[in-house]
């Protein structure tokens, strides 16, 4: 009786609160009881104006909710231990701080009398918001601490620590001035956008400070430094192009898909590099220009140092085993045949969220309790939207079959809430039997009953259960997935799904079905997600083949510079199957910027490779092979070990989606730099000892 008093002020306060619409509850739901010979709408709540409750009106409420078809499941649990109440916004009001403070605040007077939990949309929108600004910071400082990192390690210079840190940062922040112009809003997609510009932006430098270290002689003149400087960049501006190019198109073909979040993403991170190979080019041979020589100590460092030893040993034993690395790349091959197309999808966005989320474990014991949140909704529209077919009782017996199919069928329904069940629940009432009625004069009386109670008791949700014209009808239904008795998945959507279709038979010839909900909507966007990856993996394929072709005006040298990003990609398949990693609303376009991405390693080899083999005609090929995995090796292993350890600070995200993201690239990218250094020289070699053979 006390909770009940509490409760019933709490609902009062809640509707007093500006912006919100009269909360939805057992107190205010509507129910019919039969007086003579008539049917009179009565609230489940016995009380008027908000009268105290006693001990009999506490009774009765609570044998009406108890006996009530509609109300019993729909606004409380089946054992009656929990209620649920609905709130919603004015249609002129957007959720606030101060609308959600007002209602916690208002809901804490319960706490005394029971648990509470307060979960929702808003709620989640709001949480993302707070990841997102988190992780923003967060992650781009990291990518700050492991670029200056990487590039000390790798010179032992502080030029070469703030020179890249400074081209990075205002890559990144024009890069966000212009997001900023397109009006672009902070998502889960392109929360990445900062750390791939501070990532991508970096290995540019590397190349440049590379070739500047091993042209550059500690006692040049000023003279003499700015022509190596301009023979340095000279050099590498090919690689540089080229890459930068490369990665342009993997990240532009996300602007052909249909999910707005990856247009935005591959439009921004573009722009980045766009402004990072620019400034890669103009900025730091600029300042390298006024800078003092490095030192003699430096310059042995970089280019006899340990690296560059272990690489002289290393490229000689590549080209011997030739052989061993197209045995492993054709094992790849058959593995991702085998699992390609058994890596799961997940749009589910509560996975998406930490594990030890409080809104989370909110949600999920939600869902356990109720049996769901957020409903499937299915409409039926009659033949030609004919008027009152829905009035007529031999069709509402078809509909309330099909209905009654699927309860019976599909175990992740837990409650459906229609206007045939509302129907079939007034006859009860009012003829003692629970079904719809042989005549149409009972169905049009209960509908009349219907309306009159939803306006006089400001209750859409019966408003929604037909159309005036009796033409359409919506079938509510709760439902979860019942195998992990968690929110509702994509595969328990799809059961529904094949449910409703399984039991189509049952309904009238000629009504149309339309089915929708957030689950449909999440599904929706799984297929879509599915076919922009498609979409863009090809495009970028297509793309990248096409302008390494016509750099060095060759087919075979642009199918040469896609086997190192394809055995990434490749094995990337084999781990999210051994490891259960599923796609996603980011992982998903891992291939497409694996391939921009992964492919410069192999562009600066083959540029290297063909120069080499220019200016030496008559050198043995595996020699030109061995001598330029040397001279290329320790800038492409440079370049890349910046870039996964830049990827890997995504581990730190809250996001999982993100998570996943980093560590998929990262893993693509370590296999691309190892295919680069191993499995394409060793194909390159067995290419010319079929050319040899051939000839001979």
């Given amino acids: 009786m006390q909770a009940l008093n509490a409760l019933q002020g709490v609902l009062a306060e809640l509707e007093a609160i500006e912006g919100l619409r009269p909360p939805l509850s057992a107190l205010s739901f509507i129910t019919f009881q039969k007086k003579g010979t008539r049917l009179a709408s009565i609230a489940l709540n016995p009380n008027k104006n908000n009268e105290p409750f006693t001990e009999e009106s506490s009774a009765l409420f609570a044998q009406r909710l108890r006996t009530d078809r509609i109300a019993r499941g729909l606004l409380s649990t089946e054992d009656g231990d929990s209620l649920l109440i609905q709130l919603s916004f004015q249609p002129d009001t957007e959720y606030s701080n101060e609308i959600f403070d007002a209602i916690a605040h208002t809901l804490d007077r319960l706490r005394a009398y029971g ?10 929108e709001e949480r993302v918001q707070q990841y997102l600004t988190y992780d923003l910071e967060r992650l781009l400082l990291l990518c700050l601490l492991v670029i200056v990192l990487m590039f000390f390690l790798a010179f032992r ?3 070469a620590v703030i020179i890249p840190l400074s081209l990075s940062v205002i890559a990144l922040l024009w890069t966000l001035a212009v997001m900023v112009l397109l009006d672009y809003e902070l998502t889960v997609v392109n929360i990445i956008v900062p750390s791939m510009v501070l990532i991508l932006g970096s290995s540019y430098a590397i190349h440049i400070l590379s070739e500047y270290f091993q042209t550059i002689k500690a006692d040049n003149t000023m003279e003499e430094k700015e022509e190596r400087i301009i023979l340095a960049v000279g050099r590498i501006s090919k690689t540089i192009f080229g890459a930068s190019l490369t990665t342009i198109v993997g990240f532009l073909s996300l602007v052909l898909c249909e999910l707005q979040a990856f ?20 900025y730091i041979p600029s300042l390298l220009a006024i800078l003092p020589n490095p030192k003699q100590q430096q310059l042995h460092r970089f280019t006899h140092g340990r690296i560059s030893k272990a690489l002289h040993r290393c490229s000689i034993a590549f080209v011997r085993a030739w052989p061993i690395a197209l045995v492993l790349m054709a094992l790849l091959l058959i593995g991702f045949v085998a699992v390609r197309d058994d890596v799961r999808l997940d749009t589910d966005y509560l996975t998406y969220f930490p594990k030890d989320d409080p809104l989370i474990q909110r949600s999920v014991a939600f869902a356990r309790k109720i049996g769901g949140s957020d409903p499937h909704y299915i409409t039926l529209t009659a033949p030609d939207d004919e008027q009152d077919y829905f009035f007529k009782p031999e069709v509402l017996k078809q509909v309330f079959a099909f209905e009654s199919h699927l309860l019976a069928t599909n175990e992740d329904i837990t409650h459906l809430f229609s206007f045939p ?16 009625p042989d005549t149409p004069g009972l169905i049009l009386m209960l509908s009349r009953l219907l309306k009159v109670a939803s306006s006089q008791f400001e209750t859409p949700m019966l408003s929604s259960l037909i159309r005036d014209d009796g033409a359409r009808i919506t079938i509510t239904v709760r439902s979860y997935d019942s195998r ?8 328990s959507v799809r059961n ?3 449910s409703i279709q399984e039991g189509v038979h049952l309904l009238p010839e000629g009504i149309t079905i339309d089915d929708w909900g957030i689950g449909v909507d999440a599904l929706r966007m799984g297929n879509t997600i599915k076919a922009d990856q498609d979409r863009s993996l090809i495009i970028s394929l297509i793309l990248v083949f ?8 060759s087919p075979l040298m642009g199918l040469l510079a896609l086997i190192p990003t394809m055995t990434g990609i490749m094995c990337n398949y084999v781990l999210m199957f051994l490891f259960d990693i599923p796609f996603d609303v980011v992982t998903v376009i891992f291939a497409s910027i694996t391939i921009g991405v992964g492919v410069d390693a192999a562009i600066h080899f083959l540029i290297r490779f063909k120069l080499r083999q220019k200016d030496h005609p008559n050198m043995e090929y595996a020699v030109l092979l061995s001598q330029t995995l040397e001279e290329t090796g320790r800038p492409i292993l440079l370049s890349s070990i910046s870039l996964i350890a830049g990827l890997m600070m995504l581990l730190f995200a809250s996001f999982i989606p993100v998570k996943y993201f980093g560590l998929l690239l990262s893993f693509a990218l370590l296999v691309t730099t190892a295919a680069t250094l191993f499995i394409l020289p060793a194909l390159m070699m067995a290419l010319e000892k079929i050319r040899s053979r051939v000839q001979s």
């Fill in 115 to 124: 648990s509470i939990s307060l979960v929702g949309t808003p709620l989640f």
């Fill in 157 to 159: 210079s502080k030029r």
């Fill in 263 to 282: 247009r935005e993403l591959g439009l921004a991170v573009s722009i980045g590099i766009s402004f990072c190979a620019l400034l890669s080019l103009i």
């Fill in 421 to 436: 069940r509302y129907t079939a629940a007034l006859n009860e009432i009012y003829q003692g039997t629970y079904g719809i």
């Fill in 484 to 491: 992990y008795q968690s929110w509702e998945s994509l595969e």
């Fill in 496 to 498: 529904l799904q094949a």
């Fill in 546 to 553: 096409l302008l390494v072709t016509v750099q060095f005006r």
